[in-house]
């Protein structure tokens, strides 16, 4: 079993309103030629969890991370018109993120929450992940 350290959260930079799969993402990082979706878990818009690639297997989202991490992409994170980033996580999306999180942190415990921003220059997850582990009490 890997060591689970870090738990990082990324957006599927699409647009606001947009439905996207587990099975869409896993076509786009199959393009880039990952082996899978890179992901260990998708949040859709309605608040649903789907299952990516399996936990027990390195993910590909995170350079340098990949090793002792576990993926969470929600679908979203962009303007209508792609102009620009934006949190478009819908509540249902909000509250399955803290459901995830906090299951994830009794799977591995001390592991840490990060959003991708924190390793890259990226917007995504296009939220600032340290402010939202405040209000919502993660640690």
Known sequence: MRQITEIIIHCSATPEGRDVTVDTIRQWHKQRHFVDIGYHYVIYRDGSIHGGRP????????????????????????????????????????????QLCKHLQTKYPGATIHGHNEYDTKACPSFNVKQWKEEVGLC
Do not use: F, W
Request: charged residues 25%; aromatic residues 2%; proline residues 5%.
């Open 55 to 98: 936990e027990d297997q390195v993910g590909a989202h995170v350079t340098n991370h990949n090793k002792n991490s576990i993926g969470i992409c929600y679908v979203g994170g962009m303007e209508r018109d792609m102009s620009e980033p934006k949190d478009t996580r819908t509540p249902a999306q909000k509250r399955a993120l803290i």
